[in-house]
């Protein structure tokens, strides 16, 4: 039950569902108490389907919705490991030129395409920036820029089945596969 007390923070580290007030956690939520006695972390599982929150660290799917010169904006439709759960989101994220790869990138428009689904990761919930730095991180489908097809992975390069159009996008390694 909410503001029931659930331990102390010199024992167990508060995690989702929980809160600390002078040095004790308490229930936020209804739910079931999990602690995890190896990592010594406490949470609280909601019994309901309650909307998730977006936090720092969570792996995010989402859809380019528009591309400028130094970020493009995505909005995001699911999270990594929570296949049922609604998402508290109403806003766009943004991805900047800087956190799109580990290298220099010189032109987003090369990197994202308006409508891409992509795989990304929240590196700064208050201001709301993904990054896609990393092999498992990037465009996970994508459309060709002409005709529209969805583009197929053909050796590193995407190609479109229909026109034969070649294009670049900064591509997960799961790209294709709808494995998130």
Do not use: W
Not at 7 to 30: A, F, H, K
Not at 31 to 51: A, H, Y
């Amino acid at each position: 039950m909410p503001g029931e007390l659930l331990g102390i923070v010199e024992e167990l580290e508060p995690r989702e569902g929980t809160y600390t007030y002078s040095g004790d956690i308490y229930s936020s939520i209804t739910g079931k108490v999990i602690v995890d006695k190896d990592k010594r972390t406490i949470s609280i599982q909601p019994l309901t389907n309650t909307p998730y929150k977006l936090k720092s660290g969570d792996i995010v799917i989402g859809e380019i919705v528009n591309v400028r010169d130094s970020i493009a904006m995505v909005s995001i439709s699911a999270v990594k490991g929570l296949d049922e759960r609604e998402i508290l989101n109403d806003s766009n994220f943004v991805i900047r030129i800087s956190d799109i790869r580990d290298s220099y990138v010189q032109d987003l428009s090369r990197e994202f395409s308006l409508g891409d689904v992509v795989k990304a990761k929240i590196i700064d919930i208050n201001n709301m920036r993904l990054t896609t730095s990393g092999d498992s991180l990037g465009v996970m489908t994508s459309r060709c820029a002409r005709c529209h097809e969805i583009l197929s992975l053909e050796e590193d390069k995407l190609q479109c089945p229909s026109c034969s159009r070649i294009e670049n996008r900064k591509m997960s390694k799961d790209y294709g596969t709808g494995v998130i």
